[in-house]
Nanobody
Framework: EVQLVESGGGLVQPGGSLRLSCAASGFTFSSYAMSWVRQAPGEGLEWVSD????????NYADSVKGRFTISRDNAKNTVYLQMNSLKPEDTAIYYC???????????????WGKGTLVTVSS
């Protein structure tokens, strides 16, 4: 079965850094783009970043651009999110996810991890 397991969250002071990992299994990891999405307390889901299947192209939300870096290691079936210069507003549960799209029917299926909590506070 498809499984996505996030890790690396925790408590960090403003200005600090954390590196999140998402270990994938149950599918051909290298065939799919991967994304990070977060949900702050009392807020909706916010897309953070994504990366193409080969790691050649990345995209970031304006709120994290220049501070976060997404990467992947297809040999390890893992996608990472390096978070630097963290701010209190980065406090959220961080999820990794990917989407399978059936081109002939336009059907799609989203797969999400259970998330890891990042708390940025003094």
């Amino acid at each position: 079965e498809v499984q996505l397991v996030e890790s690396g969250g925790g408590l960090v002071q403003p200005g600090g850094s954390l590196r999140l990992s998402c270990a994938a299994s149950g599918f051909t990891f290298s065939s799919y783009a991967m994304s990070w999405v977060r949900q702050a307390p009392g807020e909706g889901l916010e897309w953070v970043s994504d990366i193409t299947n080969g790691g050649g192209s990345t995209n970031y939300a304006d709120s994290v651009k220049g501070r976060f870096t997404i990467s992947r290691d297809n040999a390890k079936n893992t996608v990472y999110l390096q978070m630097n210069s963290l701010k209190p507003e980065d406090t959220a549960i961080y999820y990794c996810k990917f989407v399978v799209i059936e081109r002939s029917t336009y059907y799609s299926m989203e797969y999400w991890g259970k998330g890891t909590l990042v708390t940025v506070s003094s």
